[in-house]
């Protein structure tokens, strides 16, 4: 298939008023999904856009409405050099905002080991995992300012396994912004890849706030191609893209 002439798709794309909304939304798909099955594997992601999310799956649990018992999650990236225990650990983010909150075990979550001593070897074991679950059900992931998704930085494969990338300057400030004053935010990072995410049955893609809208348009409108990561995952079997008012500031039609 000739990626270039794939035509965009708009049926997928749904609109909510603001980030709250869109959490709520976001956080009601990935409920179904679980209800649907309660084994189900899931991958999700961090970043403030996924706050709301959790927030909300917080508080399905404690009302009792949503169980993720048996549920088997993911944790899609991590800072290379960086052990799940440490201050800026994007698993110890997920750890307070979900885990916790919806008292599932750290240790049941399959997740990138950011200071394991061979990166790659653990960039392989994470693949033949997932492959050992029998693939995902849903990923969840929110669009980056460049495109991207993950780590999954423009340049990236539609075939790329998960692996140790080099963070793009502008994801490397804007996670600065997630740490205290002096947090030094390491400039690589491991991640689940393009393949593994392509292969799920369901990828939810977010999008909040004006800052993202340039990256969605380029994603949803332009030619599928590497050089913006997000408009790989049209490439998706379902793909769902949920937005806010501000991202969609930038979609011509
Ligand atoms: C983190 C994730 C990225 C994601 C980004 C979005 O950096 N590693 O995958 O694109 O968050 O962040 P936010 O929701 O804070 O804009």
């Known amino acids: 298939m000739n990626l270039r002439e794939a035509a965009p798709r708009r049926d997928y794309l749904s609109v909510a008023p603001d980030c709250e909304e869109l959490g709520r939304r976001a ?12 084994d189900a594997v899931i991958s999700l992601t961090t970043g403030h856009t996924m706050a709301g999310v959790y ?33 800026i650990s994007l698993f110890g983010w997920l750890r307070r ?34 492959d050992g679950l029998g693939g995902i059900d849903l990923v969840v992931q ?22 140790v990338v080099d963070l793009a300057a502008s994801t490397h400030q804007s996670n600065s912004h997630y740490w205290p004053d002096g947090a030094r935010v390491p400039e690589r990072g491991l991640t689940m890849g393009v393949r593994a995410t392509l292969r799920a049955k369901h990828v939810l893609l977010l999008a909040s706030g004006a800052p993202k809208a340039e990256a969605l348009a380029r994603a949803v409108e332009g030619p599928i191609g590497e050089d913006v990561p997000c408009s790989l995952l049209r490439l998706a079997t379902r793909l769902t893209i949920l937005a806010d008012a501000g991202a969609m500031e930038r979609l011509r039609r």
């Open 142 to 163: 929110s669009i980056g300012p460049n495109g991207h998704f993950g780590f999954n930085e423009p340049g990236s494969a539609r075939d790329a396994p998960s692996r």
């Open 97 to 130: 905002d979900l885990l916790d909150p919806c008292g599932v075990p750290p240790a049941a979550v399959l997740r990138l080991a950011g200071d394991a001593p061979d990166a790659t070897a653990e960039c392989r074991r994470f693949d033949a995992a997932i």
């Open 27 to 38: 956080a009601h798909t990935i409920a179904e999904t679980v209800h649907r099955r309660s």
């Open 55 to 87: 927030k909300r799956l917080g508080e399905l649990c404690r009302a009792g409405t949503l169980d993720l018992g048996a549920t088997r999650l993911i944790s899609s990236e991590e800072y290379a050099g960086v052990g799940g225990g440490d201050l």
